[in-house]
């Protein structure tokens, strides 16, 4: 399944390969993406216009990765880029900023 995220969007969903509910943030920049989605996400996209660094704490804090103007990425436990051995980004993600990385 293909993801849809519209223009300038960090969206995350609950569920690998873009299942479950989704959060989208038109702004794409927040300090904490909410109890709902916080280190429950397992796939995500970045709409059009910019990139969007995601952070592993909430405030932009602990680690952190970018992805590109409509970059997808459907699993998120296969993503291990700017963590620590072992740890991938799956269930990890509490913030994120756009045009930041």
Not at 33 to 39: D, K, M, Q, T
Not at 71 to 95: C, F, H, K, M, T
């Amino acid at each position: 399944m293909a993801a849809s995220c519209s223009s300038y969007n960090a969206c995350l969903w609950r569920e690998e390969g873009f299942g479950g509910d989704v959060y989208a943030d038109p702004d794409g920049t927040s300090s904490y993406v909410g109890s709902w989605v916080s280190n429950a996400s397992s796939s995500l996209a970045v709409g059009y216009g910019d990139y969007i660094t995601f952070h592993a704490d909430a405030n932009y804090g602990g680690d952190a990765v970018y992805w590109a103007s409509g970059q997808q990425e459907p699993w998120l436990s296969d993503v291990y880029a700017g963590r620590a051995p072992g740890w991938s980004w799956n269930d990890e993600i509490e913030s994120h900023q756009r045009g930041i990385h």
